[in-house]
């Protein structure tokens, strides 16, 4: 009978660890994705005649942007290995601010799905096999 098999307790144990594991990441891009918005607001909020704090704010605008953009790509991945598939919500959820001159994250909304589900990996597979 199909369906009346329990998992193994190794297989509880690894699910719960992938699930701490996605949780972890998901905090951590929380507040990197919080602090590059503050960046931001604050960088926005600065006049223009005020050069020097002008590019020190834009200097730490792209730090904070560099590391919610590393960390949304973690929760990517985590989410990847978890069979997550579908990753254009956490962009439309998560937004990263955009500034001039400072190219799309990957990951973001505008970067395009496969053309098919498992693309990447069924691509990899012929490859391999021949």
């Given at each position: 009978?199909?369906?009346?098999?329990?998992?193994?307790?190794?297989?509880?144990?690894?699910?719960?660890?992938?699930?701490?594991?996605l949780g972890?990441?998901?905090?951590?891009?929380?507040?990197?994705?919080?602090?590059?918005?503050?960046?931001?607001?604050?960088?926005?909020?600065?006049?223009?005649?005020?050069?020097?704090?002008?590019?020190?704010?834009?200097?730490?605008?792209?730090?904070?942007?560099?590391?919610?953009?590393?960390?949304?790509?973690?929760?990517?991945?985590?989410?990847?290995?978890?069979?997550?598939?579908?990753?254009?919500?956490?962009?439309?959820?998560?937004?990263l601010p955009?500034?001039?001159?400072?190219?799309?994250?990957?990951?973001?909304?505008?970067?395009?799905?496969?053309?098919?589900?498992g693309a990447?990996?069924?691509?990899?597979?012929?490859?391999?096999?021949?």
């Open positions: 009978m199909i369906g009346e098999f329990e998992n193994l307790p190794a297989e509880n144990e690894i699910a719960e660890q992938m699930a701490q594991t972890r990441i998901g905090e951590e891009f929380a507040a990197r994705h919080e602090a590059a918005w503050r960046a931001f607001r604050r960088w926005e909020g600065c006049p223009e005649g005020n050069g020097e704090k002008k590019a020190g704010l834009e200097r730490s605008l792209h730090k904070r942007l560099d590391e919610a953009e590393r960390y949304r790509y973690y929760l990517i991945v985590q989410r990847e290995a978890m069979g997550l598939r579908h990753h254009a919500e956490v962009a439309r959820r998560y937004p955009e500034v001039a001159g400072r190219p799309p994250a990957p990951g973001g909304a505008v970067t395009p799905p496969p053309p098919w589900p990447f990996s069924r691509g990899l597979r012929r490859k391999s096999s021949g």
